[in-house]
């Protein structure tokens, strides 16, 4: 059964960095695409970033030049680089993933609903 477990949320100033991990267990296909996105109270959940199964990256431009996604097939960890972080960035960050290629547009926001499989997320708070 597939299981997506996020870690290395927490509390930070603004300017500071964190590391999100989302460990993957239980896919058995070879490819899947895979994202981060994020909802902050009150708001909709959005999409921050992908990596699809080429191995091609895409970012919502709010986190542009500041946000790195990854991927560690040996430790079957997904990651998220976060950088110079805003308060604006605050929220819960989820991974997801879809079995194959992506199916929506790659240079388009993220679409949640193509995601069939999902974590149960990561608190980060940044603080001014």
């Known amino acids: 059964q597939e299981e997506l477990v996020e870690s290395g949320g927490g509390s930070v100033q603004v300017g500071q960095s964190l590391r999100l991990s989302c460990a993957a267990s239980?896919?058995?296909?070879?490819?899947?695409?895979w994202a981060w996105f994020r909802q902050a109270p009150g708001k909709k959940r959005e999409g921050v970033a992908g990596?699809?199964?080429?191995?091609?990256?895409t970012y919502a431009d709010s986190v542009k030049g500041r946000f790195t996604i990854s991927q560690d097939n040996a430790r079957n960890t997904l990651y998220l680089q976060m950088n110079n972080l805003k308060p604006e960035d605050t929220g819960r960050y989820f991974c997801?993933?879809?079995?194959?290629?992506?199916?929506?547009?790659?240079?388009?926001?993220?679409?949640?609903?193509?995601?069939?499989?999902w974590g149960q997320g990561t608190m980060v708070n940044v603080s001014s």
């Open positions: 997801a993933a879809e079995l194959g290629r992506y199916g929506g547009n790659w240079h388009e926001p993220l679409r949640g609903d193509l995601f069939e499989y």
């Open positions: 239980g896919f058995t296909y070879p490819k899947y695409s």
């Open positions: 990596i699809n199964t080429d191995g091609s990256t």
